[in-house]
């Protein structure tokens, strides 16, 4: 047929070719190809269309040479004379020529997708033999009785086709929580009861089978480095199944919601680390989910996954510590961008862990801290220059001041170390500037954060940082002898704010946090430089500057506070002065110098004895506060049921008689809520106005003012003298309705 089918093709012209259609003899030479050349068949059409192109431009180009012998019969001539194959070309046969041609060499394929599937398809069908048995028809359904089997197979004997069992299984169960019906698995699980315990069993058992099964040998109590799994012989032919696990245990994380689930899973995932460690891809997933659940997860979730963050960064540290660094800390930037007391003890949290962190390695430690205190740097110098209300947001937030005192921390942590040692300066000079930025006093919250990270880091690295100044500016910018413009109910929680209102400058609470706040941090202050042998001159400027404050201020609670930092103060001073006469050595005498401090500090000054129990009785303090505020909220107070508009009504018809009032407003007041009275005590934690910095706080101010100021004055409206009634009258009113009497409904407390 071939033969026959060639022939015919020669004896055919290109018109009848045409005529006769696309079938050939190729297609049954076709037949017993490869399944790669019959792709190729399917494809023949478009180089026979691209065939029927060249012919039309052959045939125009002889039509142009005919015509070229009217036009220019002279070089038509000389063409006949010198070249005469030119004018006798046959455009058929040249295109047979390139038919042929085209026959002879192998086309490759426009698109190679179907090719590389082909090839990953049987990489994997080598590798796992499992591709075959996925069906959505031969998936047989997990039930509690062959868990129970596993189980016990499991406790016996774990062999490399049980463990593929089950981690087939476990697979299937992570799709589930996914919702990838479409993913083909060996078994499928459709109750709720069997995924519970399916995964309860691969979280108590499965570990120990592993272990078992590889042959691995149990850890020695003071054996700090881990034995990888990959040291079985093994650990070849059981990767492909344990990898398939630890991946599905990574996926299911990801999924849950529940925090005590999670933990349970993060229990078993600590677990599994070593297995993690061998396999560097499905590692970097478990990292980048673990990073996620110490940002944002409840307290136990974060502890556990700071705990398999540290493992996992301790034993692979060239590999993972770098990315897991960066990715924290962006982490932590990310999730400290809002403050309040229920998320400052997680934002403390993630300080000291991320310290722990960047503890391990001091080298790649310096690196990070001099990029990002660089980057703290360059946003203060443009807010300095600029001095634009934008560049001051970006100084003037959560982040930046979170920022700072994670630096301080880790600085301290890390102290003594000669690679981080330098980075102190530079840092203490960015926290200077951040306070001398817009030194108001709507920012003083701002600038006690700022106070209270300098005196960390001076009192961790031993190195003097002068702080008390801008405590003292304090005392001498604000006028504690004025009287508030108003009174407000609850105190200013200055650990969660950045920024005060005006309203909040006028108010009394504002006044007594801030004398609370300067006696908190002088003392604590002093306390890290309380054994130092210059401790009577450090204190000299601020021994004056509180004698002067009592002088002025005329408010007893404040110059009581200040008055007992005095005391102990110059109690101090003069217990140092004293250690000092009888000292032997002189101030340039170093090591001399440092043995007298150490000796001090471990027999112990007025201040440090002062400051342990004032630190016991701070805490209790706030503890007290918590939880007064839980017990309030459990409390079932006593209601006041009030009578309905209409009784209210009648009431005063029938009274109207007695008392004239100019209005009845004054009365709605007294029973009014704070929300409804406008009590915009709330502070604004934002930078909104940074300009004072804005003329809108000024509109807010005089509208708060004035819903206040309607609270604080008494009713003006005073009674007329009662009318004179008559007998009658007064009878009836004496006989007006019952009172109506309720019992209250008391606690149990009570």
């Keep these: 047929m071939a033969g026959k089918s060639k022939r015919k093709l020669e004896d055919l012209s290109v018109d009848e070719f045409m005529l006769s259609g696309y079938d050939s003899g190729e297609e049954d030479d076709c037949e017993d190809e490869e399944s790669v050349q019959q792709k190729g068949k399917k ?25 070229l012998k009217s036009k220019d019969p002279e070089f038509y001539k000389y063409l006949e004379q010198n070249d005469q194959e030119l004018l006798d070309f046959d455009d058929s046969d040249s295109l047979e020529d390139e038919d042929e041609e085209e026959r002879m060499y192998h086309k490759l394929p426009s698109q190679l997708e179907e090719a590389a599937d082909d090839d990953e398809e049987e990489e994997e069908s080598e590798n796992k ?36 069992d089950i981690t087939q299984a476990f697979k299937a169960a992570v799709a589930t929580t996914k919702g990838d019906t479409e993913e083909l698995c060996r078994y499928t699980i459709s109750d709720s009861t069997v995924f519970n315990s399916l995964v309860l069993f691969c979280i108590k058992d499965m570990h120990a089978a592993l272990h078992k099964m590889l042959k691995l040998k149990a850890p020695e109590k003071d054996q700090k480095k881990l034995t990888l799994p990959s040291s079985s012989p093994r650990w ?101 961008k809002f403050t309040s007391p229920n998320t400052l003890p997680m934002i403390n949290f993630m300080q ?87 030194p108001i006093s709507r920012y003083y919250p701002l ?82 430089q309380a054994c130092t042998i210059g401790f009577p001159e450090l204190a000299l400027p601020t021994i004056v500057q509180l004698k002067a404050f009592l002088k002025e201020c005329k408010v007893a609670n404040y110059c009581k506070q200040m008055r007992q930092l005095l005391e102990k103060i110059q109690e101090n001073c003069s217990y140092i002065t004293g250690r000092r006469q009888k000292a032997a050595f002189g ?3 170093v090591t001399a110098v440092a043995a007298w401090e150490k000796q001090v500090a471990e027999e112990g000054t007025p201040i440090t004895k002062y400051y342990s129990q004032w630190k016991k009785l701070r805490e209790k303090e706030i503890q007290l506060e918590i939880s007064g505020k839980e017990r309030m909220e459990d409390l079932n107070l006593p209601e006041i049921k009030r009578k309905k508009a209409e009784e209210k009504k009648t009431d005063k018809k029938e009274f109207k008689g007695l008392f004239e009032s100019e209005s009845d407003e004054d009365d709605d007041d007294l029973f009014k809520s704070k929300d409804e009275q406008g009590d915009s005590d709330e502070v604004d934690e934002g930078l909104e106005d940074l ?13 708060e003012d004035d819903s206040d100021g309607d609270q604080k004055k008494p009713s003006s409206s005073k009674g007329k003298a009662p009318k004179k009634m008559l007998s009658t009258e007064l009878k009836e009113v004496a006989e007006g309705d019952e009172d109506m009497v309720e019992d209250l409904e008391l606690s149990d407390q009570d």
């Excluded at 001498?476 to 004025?482: A, C, L, V």
């Excluded at 009287?483 to 650990?495: C, D, L, Q, T, Y």
């Excluded at 300009?691 to 509208?703: K, Q, R």
């Design 447 to 528: 600038r006690l954060h700022c106070v209270k990270a300098i005196i960390l880091l001076s009192g961790n690295t031993k190195t003097f940082v002068p702080a008390l100044p801008f405590l003292l500016e304090i005392l001498q910018q604000e006028d504690f002898n004025k009287k508030p413009g108003r009174m407000s109910v609850k105190p200013i929680n200055f650990a969660v704010i950045l920024k005060l209102s005006k309203t909040n400058l006028q108010e009394k609470a504002y006044k007594d946090g801030l004398v609370e706040q300067l006696y908190d941090l002088i003392l604590e202050y002093f306390h890290t």
């Design 691 to 703: 300009s004072d910095l804005s003329e809108d706080d000024d509109v807010d101010d005089l509208e």
């Design 43 to 67: 494809k023949k059409p478009t180089p026979q269309k691209t065939s029927v192109k060249k012919q039309g431009k052959a045939s125009e180009h002889k039509d142009q040479l005919s015509a």
């Design 129 to 164: 033999d499992v591709k075959p048995v996925k069906s959505s028809k031969e998936a047989t359904k997990v039930t509690e009785a062959m868990i129970e089997n596993w189980r016990t197979r499991l406790g016996k004997e774990p062999s490399p086709s049980l463990i593929r």
């Design 352 to 438: 000291r862990t991320l310290s722990e962190m960047y503890s391990l390695d001091t080298q790649v430690s310096y690196q990070h801290a001099f990029i990002y205190i660089r980057q703290l740097a360059i946003h203060l110098r443009n807010a300095m220059n600029l001095k634009k209300k934008e560049t001051f947001q970006s100084v003037y937030n959560w982040q930046y001041v979170h920022c700072l005192y994670l630096w301080c921390r880790v600085l301290s942590t890390i102290y003594p170390s000669e690679v981080l040692e330098p980075l102190i300066y530079p840092l203490c000079q960015v926290i200077i500037g951040c306070i001398k930025l817009v």
């Design 236 to 336: 070849q032919k059981n990767q492909i199944d344990i990898k398939m696990y630890i991946a599905g245990v990574v996926q299911l994380l990801s999924s849950l919601t529940q925090s005590t689930v999670i933990a349970a899973v993060l229990r078993h995932a600590n677990q599994m680390v070593p297995y993690y460690l061998c396999l560097p891809k499905q590692c970097r997933l478990f990292l980048k989910s673990l990073i996620k659940h110490w940002s944002t997860g409840e307290e136990t979730v974060r502890v556990l996954a700071f705990l398999a963050l540290n493992k996992i960064c301790r034993h692979k540290q060239e590999i993972h510590l770098d990315s897991v660094l960066k990715q924290m800390y962006i982490a932590y930037v990310k999730n400290c």
């Design 587 to 589: 101030v340039a005498d």
